[in-house]
């Protein structure tokens, strides 16, 4: 699949790009090429592969999902000017 002038404008004008005439030819090369090498990689014959999540096979090392750290609602909100069940309260900004 090779691409013509205008999708490439179309591409340009989503990528914010401003391109001459001369640019636009050799994008329209360029982005052709990019399309059929993409063609010819889902070309390949990909059963039996099994997906993978990362390159090397190593393990997650994770840690046990405990709080750390102590609740210091009530010293943080001493400074608030307004709060209410332990929720800042702001002014009406939007009518």
């Known amino acids: 699949m090779s691409l013509d002038k205008d999708q490439?404008?179309?591409?340009?004008?989503l990528a914010r790009l401003k391109?001459?005439?001369e640019e636009y030819a050799?994008?329209?090369k360029k982005l052709?090429?990019?399309?059929?090498?993409?063609d010819q990689?889902?070309?390949a014959d990909t059963d039996g592969?099994?997906?993978?999540?990362?390159?090397?096979?190593a393990a997650q090392r994770l840690r046990p999902d405990a709080?750390?750290?102590?609740?210091?609602?009530?010293?943080?909100?001493?400074?608030?000017?307004a709060?209410?069940?332990?929720?800042?309260?702001v002014p009406k900004v939007i009518e």
């Not at 490439?8 to 004008?13: F, G, K, N």
């Not at 052709?32 to 993409?38: D, L, N, P």
């Not at 709060?83 to 309260?89: A, E, N, P």
């Open 8 to 13: 490439v404008q179309h591409i340009a004008m």
């Open 19 to 21: 391109l001459s005439d």
């Open 26 to 28: 050799e994008n329209v």
């Open 32 to 38: 052709s090429k990019i399309v059929e090498f993409v």
């Open 41 to 43: 990689l889902s070309s």
């Open 49 to 57: 592969v099994v997906p993978m999540a990362h390159p090397l096979d």
């Open 67 to 81: 709080v750390t750290d102590i609740n210091e609602r009530d010293r943080f909100q001493e400074n608030a000017p």
């Open 83 to 89: 709060v209410s069940d332990g929720l800042y309260l």
